[in-house]
């Protein structure tokens, strides 16, 4: 059942749950971290309105740099901003930034240790018709592997809101991943966050039989998949990554010696991202027997978000059958 | 900007011969590193710590210090030597250049030496910091603030995609504080500029993104803090200073030689190249 205490979203089952892009809490966040902090400023590669940086760039024009189609530029002037005191904001689509833009961001930003927030929007196979090209599969790896930088992955409007607020006031180098297309709310105003703290949005009143780490919009098919083994009896412990650097490893290792069978979920590759991360945190402290959901090994194509999540095996039967695996392979 | 006489000019040119022997010597100990374009640009160096520059190596963090950034990390011998000179730290330190432990990294490193404003080698991004910084003093203290933000390029790192973005966002929003000097001295790893991919006609190119440009010669003090000063009265634009130099200068085997971009004199070589700069006094 869901965990009361984090005061979620009580319509989260209905059928008309409300649904809202990512990128949008981002977008109201970032004004809100403008009004109380000055030397808060932005930069956008010509992917204003995309991104959601226009209410900002709308609201302080003066504290707002357009900088063309030059993600490369993006970031390198935002670490020359961030060396004078200010707190940039950063935004473009994901696979251009930090997709195009990677070694600048580890020798300008994650090595200097500069406080400035990249914001990749139109992360995942989730952007659908455009295809391919525009489908940032790779950028948790390449963020979560660079010193220094904190990885928020929110799973709904509303954490990234809190994330982008979060990112305002800590003093690091962060990146943000969203998501183009408009998503389940799962949270609420008054669910807290914490960075590099993962929380348990869905537990059994028993001891849970199979436990899935998911991060960014697929936690709602990750929750969904906890209440229909519910249904049928079999308890599932459900854990939300926001962070993905740092990752919470006692929330993890937690989960593994309580069920002894872990399902992790994304939208990205499984190589490098979410999957591997958790992989990496078992392996070393609490190895037990994981699935990985997620993008394995492939690009990919056009289609709606719907489709691809469901020909790319990220659907709510494509997790349950996953859980159905990791339980055969207990020990 | 203070005046420049015929004794200040002896001065600095004085300077500048010591700075490149440390150059040398911190080269010889370290074994490896880039001379060549360390000694083309120790007069600039000299010519911006000696006489340009407002900052205070006592207090090298002071807030309204202008922002100096050299983009071409590697030529960062001339750069260690001249913050030593100019009294950021003793002498003596320049003999640990390149050797673990030691705050003067192969690169420019801030982690290790702190007051640096960015850490700099991999080509082609100092100059779109640059641009950052004086976006953001512009917000904070107008178009007429105090505060001069200076760039050294590389003529190689020309080729980088990111230095003309970087040189496109300064002309759009006309960075007047904004003064660059690229170090034109033809030669790149593999060889010749033009050879390697052509940058010419170099100050045509420039003046058609937008820019103030003049070209100087790059040993000559009175061209290169005219230049500056030039450079400063220049308004709603930001000023490029194309500084032809000689890769090497003052050692005469040195001189001109590509090969001498990434390879450190050993012992002997650097007993010549010292002793060559000491009878130039």
Redesign the interface.
């Known amino acids: 059942m869901l965990n009361n205490n984090l005061k979620l979203n009580p319509k989260i089952f209905d059928g008309d749950v409300e649904k809202i892009s990512t990128r949008v809490g981002f977008g109201e966040g970032l004004v809100l971290a403008a009004d109380s902090d000055k030397n808060v400023?932005g930069l956008c590669a010509d992917l204003n309105e995309s991104t959601q940086m226009h209410l900002f760039a709308k609201k302080y024009p003066?504290?707002f740099?357009q900088?063309?189609v030059?993600e490369?530029?993006l970031v390198?002037?935002?670490?020359?901003?961030?060396?004078?005191?200010?707190i940039?904001f950063a935004a473009s689509y994901a696979i251009f930034s930090p997709g195009r833009n990677w070694?600048?961001i580890r020798?300008?930003i994650a090595?200097?240790?500069r406080p400035v927030k990249i914001v990749g929007s139109h992360a995942g196979i989730s952007v659908g018709p455009d295809g391919g090209s525009h489908q940032a599969l790779e950028d948790l790896a390449l963020m979560r592997v660079l010193p220094n930088m904190i990885v928020f992955s929110p799973c709904d409007s509303i954490e990234a809101k809190k994330a982008t607020l979060a990112a305002a006031k800590i003093d690091k180098p962060v990146y943000i991943r969203l998501a183009r297309e408009r998503t389940p709310i799962i949270t609420t105003i008054d669910t807290p966050f914490e960075i590099g703290k993962a929380q348990v949005l869905f537990a059994p009143p028993m001891t849970a039989q199979v436990g899935i780490v998911a991060t960014g919009p697929l936690v709602y098919n990750a929750i969904l998949v906890a209440q229909n083994f519910a249904q049928k009896g079999v308890s599932i412990k459900v854990i939300n990554i926001s962070s993905v650097r740092p990752l919470d490893f006692e929330a993890i290792i937690n989960l593994a010696k309580e069920t002894g069978a872990i399902v992790s979920v994304e939208d990205h590759q499984v190589v490098g991202g979410l999957g591997s991360a958790v992989a990496e945190v078992l392996v070393q402290n609490f190895p037990v027997p994981m699935e990985l959901i997620g993008v394995h090994d492939r690009f990919g194509e056009s289609g709606t978000a719907q489709e691809l999540i469901e020909n790319y095996n990220m659907s709510v039967s494509a997790i349950e059958k996953a859980v159905d695996r990791v339980m055969g392979r207990k020990i | 900007m203070q005046q420049l006489t015929d004794e200040k000019i002896i001065w600095l040119k004085e300077k500048a011969n010591e700075i490149r022997q440390s150059v040398i010597e911190s080269l010889v100990e370290a074994k490896s590193g880039h001379p060549a374009g360390a000694l083309g640009m120790a007069d600039i160096f000299t010519a911006l710590y000696f006489f340009i520059l407002k900052h205070d190596p006592t207090n090298p963090m002071w807030e309204n210090r202008d922002r100096l950034v050299l983009s071409n990390g590697h030529i960062c011998p001339v750069y260690y030597a001249t913050l030593a000179h100019s009294g950021y730290f003793k002498l003596e330190e320049l003999k640990t250049l390149r050797k673990f432990g030691s705050r003067l990294q192969g690169h420019p490193d801030r982690r290790f030496l702190n007051f640096l404003e960015t850490s700099s080698g991999p080509l082609g991004c100092g100059l779109s910091q640059v641009v950052g910084m004086c976006l953001a003093d512009r917000i904070d203290n107008g178009k007429y603030s105090s505060k001069q933000f200076y760039c050294l390029l590389s003529d190689g790192e020309l080729q980088e995609g990111n230095t003309w973005e970087a040189i496109m966002l300064g002309a759009k929003e006309r960075l007047q504080n904004l003064t660059v000097i690229i170090d034109r001295n033809n030669i790149q790893i593999e060889g010749n500029t033009e050879n390697i991919m052509p940058l010419e006609p170099l100050r045509q190119k420039l003046e058609s993104f937008n820019w103030h440009v003049q070209t100087i010669d790059g040993h000559d003090f009175e061209q290169i803090i005219g230049a500056i000063d030039n450079a400063q009265n220049v308004s709603n634009m930001p000023s490029i200073i194309i500084a032809n130099t000689t890769p090497g200068k003052g050692v005469s085997f040195m001189e001109n030689n590509f090969k001498w971009h990434g390879k450190a004199p050993n012992k002997e070589e650097g007993d010549r190249a010292v002793n060559e700069l000491r009878s130039m006094k």
């Open positions: 400023v003066e504290r740099v900088v063309g030059a490369q530029n390198t002037v935002a670490s020359g901003m961030a060396a004078m005191g200010k940039p070694e600048q020798t300008t090595y200097n240790n």
